[in-house]
């Protein structure tokens, strides 16, 4: 269901879309531009929105003005008040791509940009908007641009979503990681490892540190559907669908 609210993040989804079927060096830097700016405006718009239709408590005016002039604070804010929203996303790797925005903004012609990190950009904040606002963008064209890397990235945040619910909430990160490896050993002894042998590989692939190849992926991805499973074994010990 399209609401009033999420036409203005949805309109930059498409306008980069529409850009990356064009495939060009030109298309791509307006697409992560076009990407970047929807995340912000995603960040803003939810934050700002009435608590009955936010469904948790948000941000003061005050405090959603003074953050609205800095990224990495808008990211703090939405961390603080909508932390159980953005399960399976990094908001550091959100940062790290905004840098990446900002060099291709500022810099002007000459400086190009990855295709698989325009696309990886794209499924983040195709995430983030799904987890914020609750809906679909129902975007055109969207299969045209879906690859690989996006379907492995969507399984992972499919399973961190439900390995997040296995487990007491707690705040402390540190923690968190290590109720989930327990929770995994449970199930398999290879559970810690088999984590972060995909955890690993995860990172790097959003980051751009590594080349892969069909075969690679492929394998990474069964070793992700073994994740899924040992989650569905595990019992449910939480409850809580707040934010």
């Not at 830097?29 to 948790?56: H, Q, W, Y």
């Not at 961390?79 to 908001?91: D, K, P, Q, R, V």
């Not at 810099?107 to 983030?128: A, D, H, M, P, R």
């Not at 980051?207 to 069964?222: M, N, P, S, T």
Request: glycine share 8%.
């Amino acid at each position: 269901m399209k609401t009033p609210w999420t036409s203005g993040p949805r309109e930059l989804l498409q306008h980069a879309v529409d850009h990356l079927l064009l495939g060009g060096d030109f298309d791509r830097r307006i697409a992560m531009v076009s990407i970047d700016n929807s995340v912000e405006l995603t960040v803003k718009t939810f934050l700002g929105l009435p608590k009955r239709t936010r469904r948790c408590s948000g941000p003061t005016r005050k405090e959603l003005t003074s953050a609205s002039e800095s990224f990495p604070e808008l990211l703090t804010l939405l961390e603080t008040h909508a932390s159980n929203l953005i399960i399976g996303i990094s908001l550091d790797e959100i940062e790290w791509y905004h840098r990446i925005r900002n060099q291709l903004y500022h810099s002007g012609n000459g400086i190009t940009v990855e295709k698989n990190q325009v696309e990886t950009y794209f499924l983040l904040g195709l995430t983030l908007f799904e987890n914020l606002f609750g809906v679909s963008p129902e975007l055109s064209h969207i299969n045209a641009i879906r690859t690989k890397t996006g379907e492995f990235l969507g399984m992972w945040v499919d399973f961190q979503r439900k390995l997040k619910m296995k487990f007491p909430k707690v705040e402390n990160g540190g923690v968190m990681f290590t109720l989930r490896y327990r929770l995994l050993n449970e199930v398999s002894p290879d559970g810690e490892g088999l984590y972060k042998a995909v955890a690993n590989f995860r990172n790097d692939l959003v980051h751009g540190r590594i080349e892969y190849d069909v075969e690679e992926l492929d394998g990474y991805a069964e070793k992700l559907n073994k994740l899924i499973s040992m989650t569905k074994k595990i019992p449910n010990k939480r409850a809580d669908s707040t934010c």
